[in-house]
């Protein structure tokens, strides 16, 4: 045998004696379990830890734009050797993967784990001087749709015959319980904020600790995302403290005859009235530990926009400047986009620019006004502001706004600014479809509404249905593998301090209630019929859903009603009056056990996930950090499995008790903390149809930091 035989043949030997590379233990991400400080500034020093089972590995580098940085053991527990390297930041975002070596062997390591190839997209980043709220971190919210949340003060109904809206005149609905009409924009159930203040102690006791409101200032509409007047919340929803005039006439849809609405929109006392009312709710919620953050509609306004004026509500109302539909050389002229400026239609034009063609929802001309950048800044520091003290806006349709991408993200800077010089605790949360990357640089939006990566991933594995009711797909029912995917994908278009105060919702205005997606039956309201959408469904996948939605990482955010077991169609029919009365009281209490787990064991909050075992209708992950450890299991097949979890490598001990700490079926849900032993780091689960468990582990689990 020749020398080079014989030194391959050694090295070979040697290799082999090595213990095989434990992929399952190694592990690392950005929050503050890895990363210090989890929030860094610009040119500030930063210490990375990544880690692997103990005496398992030779060396292990951090990779950044071409560089490799050798990473030293810090510290050794019985489980792992946890590795660090602190760097110096600079401005730009830092991206960066590790490379582990084994003897000859050598694997990549980035958000999804152990790879062959490193594909850019999935690269740890950290972007200095980005900070987020802390205390949106796992908040949970509650979206309130406030006219049909609780009606506390009747004298400020909309009136059947106040006003006219898309060619017929409101209707003031006498049935609380009635479902919404197909045709439901102009059906007012009169909710308010009065009765959102008559519901605290209901909030306060489910766990609320963030109430998020769709639209309140002055609109025609139940909705309200065609906003009148942005300086004021609508009185229908506040205070009316002065009433006078008159109904419109049956059949006649003119609106500046509506002089009881006119008043009641128009008069400053009825306004500063609405004002104070809603300071009182905030204020009320900040005493009881709730944060209040507001829907800012900028993209588009209304029709009825005082700056506009189609209606001619403002037209003779004393205080009020002419609209730019009035009158050429109104001062909100600029505002608004006309097809033809120079076609001598004034008075009355009607040939502005409309959001997606809509003439009710006229798009705003930013690029062409500095005034309205400037007005729109101002409300946005406003309302942020004393007296009223929000905790942060909700954008809508955010990414639509301007005329081009590039208008869009200097406007959203520049709005960021404001608001954070206003309020730097307050949050800036988009409404975006795709991917959210682009705004989330640190200098835009701070976070968005989780639709990619929680509420479609989570309806498709366990409804197999799309988010508005209007498909059915057998192949995406308990597909883990799509589930795992989507979830990898879109979890890494946002960095850390975006993705832990994201809003993961399971309903809300725009889609189907999650309740009713469970019956896997595709319909509307116009085409099913209501009755129908609270037919076939599966209060155990809910509940499946909702065990998910306060385990997961990120925001939890309770659509109204959604913990009372509401069900609907999409819009409209989602936006059904709260039951009051007639309550799923098991499924509150299930939601209130939920909201008090989340909230009572860090790890949901702030701790790191991790992915456990994969099979068909299976999907099981861990959240843990220092203070305690869960693995939590969810079966969505019609039958039981029977599966081995291996658990050690979320940090604890291989040989440790474990707490069931809830464990939902199809015939209700257990709290009574029964023990499971964690034997060599595993344990096997048999869990019934339909079900979803969580185990916890607390105290010395082996993290070391």
């Given at each position: ?7 391959r ?135 309130i ?31 609380w ?9 102009r ?8 009765g ?43 205070r ?46 900040h005493?009881?530990?709730?944060k ?52 001598g ?104 509404m ?86 076939g469904?599966n ?17 939890p ?131 019934p ?17």
């Amino acid at each position: 045998m020749s020398d080079m035989s014989f030194t391959r043949l050694n090295q070979y030997y040697i290799a082999g004696m090595r213990p095989i590379l434990r992929k399952h233990a190694l592990y690392s991400d950005t929050s503050s379990n890895y990363v210090t400080p989890e929030q860094p500034s610009p040119f500030e020093n930063i210490t990375i830890r990544f880690r692997c089972a103990s005496n398992n590995i030779d060396r292990v580098l951090l990779v950044s734009g071409g560089e490799k940085h050798p990473m030293e053991m810090s510290s050794r527990d019985e489980l792992f050797d946890y590795y660090s390297v602190t760097i110096r930041l600079g401005k730009e975002t830092l991206a960066y993967y590790f490379e582990v070596h084994v003897g000859n062997l050598s694997v990549l390591f980035d958000t999804r784990g152990v790879v062959r190839n490193i594909d850019e997209h999935f690269k740890f980043k950290i972007i200095p001087g980005f900070r987020t709220p802390a205390w949106a971190k796992g908040a949970v919210m509650y979206q309130i749709f406030v006219d049909r949340f609780c009606n506390g003060d009747p004298t400020n109904d909309v009136l059947t015959d106040e006003y006219s809206y898309i060619g017929d005149h409101t209707v003031h609905v006498d049935n609380w319980d009635k479902f919404p009409a197909t045709m439901d924009v102009r059906e007012f159930y009169g909710g308010d904020l009065q009765g959102v203040l008559d519901k605290m102690d209901y909030l306060e006791s489910l766990g609320v600790e963030v109430i998020y409101f769709n639209p309140l200032f002055v609109s025609p509409s139940n909705h309200k995302y065609d906003i009148q007047d942005y300086d004021y919340i609508d009185p229908h929803f506040g205070r009316i403290v002065d009433e006078q005039g008159s109904l419109l006439p049956e059949g006649d849809n003119d609106n500046t005859h509506a002089s009881r609405y006119i008043n009641r929109v128009t008069n400053p006392a009825n306004l500063e009235a609405s004002n104070e009312l809603f300071a009182q709710v905030v204020a009320e919620a900040h005493r009881r530990g709730i944060k209040v953050i507001l829907d800012g509609v900028f993209n588009h306004c209304g029709s009825f926009n005082k700056w506009l004026d189609r209606e001619r509500i403002y037209e003779h109302a004393e205080g009020y400047e002419k609209g730019a539909y009035v009158a050429e050389d109104s001062p909100y002229h600029d505002f608004f986009r006309f097809h033809d400026p120079n076609s001598g239609k004034w008075p009355y034009n009607p040939t502005y620019d409309g959001w997606w063609g809509h003439d009710t929802l006229p798009k705003l001309n930013y690029e062409g006004s500095k005034e309205l950048h400037d007005y729109i800044l101002r409300i946005a520091q406003k309302w942020v502001s004393p007296p009223y003290n929000a905790d942060g806006w909700r954008l809508d349709v955010a990414a639509d706004l301007g005329h081009s991408t590039e208008y869009n993200h200097l406007f959203w800077q520049d709005f960021r600014k404001a608001v954070k010089e206003a309020n730097p605790e307050a949050i800036i949360l988009a409404e975006h479809y795709g991917s959210p990357s682009a705004w989330l640089q640190g200098n835009e939006w701070d976070t968005v509404m989780n639709y990619d990566a929680f509420m479609e991933p989570i309806t498709w594995f366990l409804t197999g249905m799309q988010k508005h009711s209007d498909d059915y797909r057998q192949d995406q029912l308990n597909n883990t593998d799509n589930f795992w995917a989507a979830m990898c994908y879109h979890v890494s278009d946002m960095t850390m301090q975006s993705l832990m105060i994201s809003m993961n919702e399971l309903s809300n205005h725009d889609h189907s209630r999650f309740l009713t997606r469970t019956n896997h039956r595709v319909g509307r309201t116009a085409t099913a019929g209501p009755e129908a959408a609270s037919e076939g469904i599966n209060k155990a996948v809910m509940r499946e859903a909702v065990l998910m939605q306060f385990t997961w990482i990120g925001a939890p955010t309770i659509y109204y009603g959604d913990e009372a077991g509401l069900c609907g169609w999409t819009d409209p029919d989602n936006r059904r009056a709260y039951p009051w009365g007639r309550e799923d009281a098991e499924m509150i209490s299930f939601h209130r056990k939920m909201i008090r787990i989340h909230k009572q064991y860090h790890e949901f909050k702030h701790g790191s996930i991790k992915i456990l075992n994969c099979a068909p209708g299976l999907i099981s992950y861990g959240r843990f950090d220092r203070e305690g450890q869960s693995a939590v299991i969810v079966n969505n097949n019609d039958h039981e499995v029977t599966q081995e979890y291996l658990l050690w490598p979320l940090g604890i001990r291989k040989n440790a008790t474990l707490k069931q700490i809830m464990l939902t079926t199809e015939d209700g849900f257990d709290d009574s903390h029964k023990e499971y032993w964690l034997e060599n780091g595993r344990i096997t689960i048999t869990l019934p149809k339909h079900s979803a468990m969580i185990l916890r582990h607390s105290g010395d689990g082996g993290l070391t930091f």
